[in-house]
């Protein structure tokens, strides 16, 4: 018998007003993987997460949490979750410990204590009052309080913003270990590096619908290298196409920056340059590399700042 999905979302929709801020979005994550759910600002992820979690109704669709609507039965699913706000929600007079104490004894079975906040390296402020933490000291806690009562789904809203490399490592270290001992985890990340690195699944939603869903590797496709440069803006790629091999393509990415995808072989390279010495361009920034879950994400959902 097939198990159950941790989550399962089919043909999920939210309207306000006139706006449709999540449009008919379906997938499903198996329980004990990681799905990073990755979008631009107002692409509908913050809602997606809170019709997950019960706090919004859908308007269409269904949505399904370890079997359970979490709108109609969120009494009985609430208990099974984890939620770690990107804001924190600890009570700012409270001390570290006693917030973190305070979640669990709302907890049937809670994790330490003591050694949440050792693992998030937090024991040296566990008297502290939370108004006097650091921002990454308020990241860590709240991820603590998403732990202690052994979520059997975790949901995280940029679980590392603010924290240092160490303090991210470590936390990353910690979410692979709850995946290791099956608790499903959904992540929303701005950090593609953070996602390619931790995800089984990923899904990318703009305009609340999603536009690309799978693997890391499946995103990414073909993992032939690619060659990067900068230029003056603006140039007129034609030629250079017209010497490359058939299959190969050549975009300006953003002004003065360029991207030619293909088989990057020394041949291939030795055409570029000597299109730049046929058309008088100077390059500089000439690199190889194999393109990224950042590229996909760009190519995707465009290089415009949104608000």
């Known amino acids: 018998m097939t ?3 941790a989550l399962e979302l089919l043909g999920l929709g939210r309207t306000f007003g006139s706006l449709a801020a999540v449009d008919d979005l379906s997938f499903t994550v198996p329980r004990g993987s990681l799905l990073a759910l990755l979008g631009p600002n107002g692409a509908g992820k913050t809602t997606t997460v ?18 359970i609507d979490p709108w109609t039965h969120a009494d009985q699913l609430r208990p099974r979750l984890g939620v770690m706000l990107q804001a ?47 921002g990454g000291q308020v990241q860590r806690l709240s991820l603590a309080m998403a732990l202690i009562g052994r979520p059997e789904v975790l949901f995280l809203d940029e679980p590392t913003a603010g924290l240092d490399p160490a303090a991210r490592h470590l936390v990353w270290d910690l979410l692979r270990a709850a ?15 953070e996602a390619e690195l931790l995800a089984d699944q990923v899904v990318i939603i703009d305009h609340g619908r999603a536009v690309a869903s799978g693997t890391t590797s499946e995103l990414l496709g073909d993992e032939r290298a690619h060659l990067r440069f900068a230029a003056t803006a ?15 393509t050549a975009v300006e990415v953003r002004a003065g920056h360029y991207r030619v995808d293909g088989d990057i072989t020394p041949a291939a390279m030795a055409t570029v340059t000597s299109w730049f010495a046929r058309v008088g361009v100077l390059a500089t920034d000439l690199q190889v590399g194999r393109r990224s879950l950042d590229d996909v994400y760009l190519d995707l959902t465009g290089r415009e700042i949104r608000a």
């Open 3 to 5: 198990e159950e999905p």
């Open 50 to 67: 809170q019709m997950c979690e019960g706090f919004l109704r859908p308007t269409s669709g269904t949505v399904r949490v370890l079997g």
């Open 88 to 134: 924190g929600g600890a009570h700012a007079s409270a001390r570290t410990r006693e917030m973190l104490d305070l979640i669990g004894h709302c907890s049937a079975d809670p994790l330490d204590a003591g050694w949440l906040l050792e693992e998030l390296g937090l024991t040296s402020v566990a008297r502290t009052p939370v108004r006097r933490l650091s």
């Open 179 to 193: 995946r290791a001992d099956g608790v499903t985890i959904v992540l929303t990340t701005h950090l593609m590096d």
């Open 234 to 248: 603006g140039l007129d790629l034609t030629l250079l196409l017209q010497a490359l091999p058939s299959g190969y």
